[in-house]
């Protein structure tokens, strides 16, 4: 069965520190992986998608099929970048049904 | 565009009562899902539709049910509330080739 973990329920860095927010994942088929963000009092919207090999908001994420992970990366935390950050896995193939996990409640301290 | 708009924002529940939560999306998505979000967890699908007409099951469907007459309109109903529905419902919608666009949710509690 597919799952997504997230092992860090909080991370906690100051203004300009690197963060790496950890995400893997266990699926038999080809992945599809995505970053969700929820900032405060907004709804939930996509950061970015592996297929997409985008950077945004400063933010990348590598898909390691050896590792079966999909961390995210910022070189230089913003305090702007205090959200909850989710990794989605698209597990229904084009039904595009999204397994979560659990989230990550980013603080970036000034 | 207004995207994706659920009503109501909040409800609160006796045990037993029904209600259906509603959800339109004005973007012309063919697929759109409803999950629901626990404190402390993952959202979990609930149900999904890849067009009028057509529903599924996701991972958690027991207790709910939906109908897609429309494109725009998928509504969420509980029939039998239970205190195991207290939670965050969040509807979503995309094409098949773009991201799911979220609604902003509805927080029900069952008392």
């Known amino acids: 069965a597919q799952r997504v973990t997230q092992p860090e329920k909080l991370l906690s860095v100051f203004k300009g520190a690197p963060v790496e927010l950890k995400c893997n994942y266990s699926?038999?088929?080809?992945?599809?992986l995505f970053w969700y963000v929820q900032y405060s009092r907004q709804r939930l919207q996509l950061l970015l998608r592996?297929?997409s090999r985008e950077s945004i908001k400063g933010f990348t994420a590598d898909l390691n099929k050896g590792e079966t992970s999909f961390h995210l990366k910022k070189p230089f935390a913003q305090e702007e970048d205090s959200a909850m950050y989710y990794c989605a896995l698209n597990s229904g193939g084009s039904n595009y049904k999204l397994t979560f996990g659990k989230g990550t409640l980013l603080t970036v301290n000034p | 565009n207004a995207g994706v708009t659920q009503t109501p924002k909040f409800r609160i529940l006796k045990i037993g009562q029904s209600m259906t939560l509603q959800c339109t999306q004005d973007m012309n998505h063919n697929y759109m899902y409803w999950y629901r979000q626990d404190p402390g967890m993952g959202l979990k699908l609930i149900y999904y539709?890849?067009?009028?007409?057509?529903?599924d099951k996701g991972e958690v469907p027991n207790g709910y049910n939906v109908s897609r007459s429309t494109t725009e309109d998928f509504p969420l109903r509980l029939e039998l509330a239970a205190p195991s529905q207290t939670s965050v419902y969040f509807c979503?919608?995309?094409?098949?080739?773009?991201?799911?666009?979220f609604g902003p949710g509805t927080r029900l509690t069952v008392l």
């Open positions: 539709s890849v067009g009028a007409g057509i529903t």
């Open positions: 699926y038999s088929g080809s992945p599809e």
């Open positions: 979503a919608s995309q094409t098949s080739t773009d991201t799911q666009y």
């Open positions: 592996h297929i």
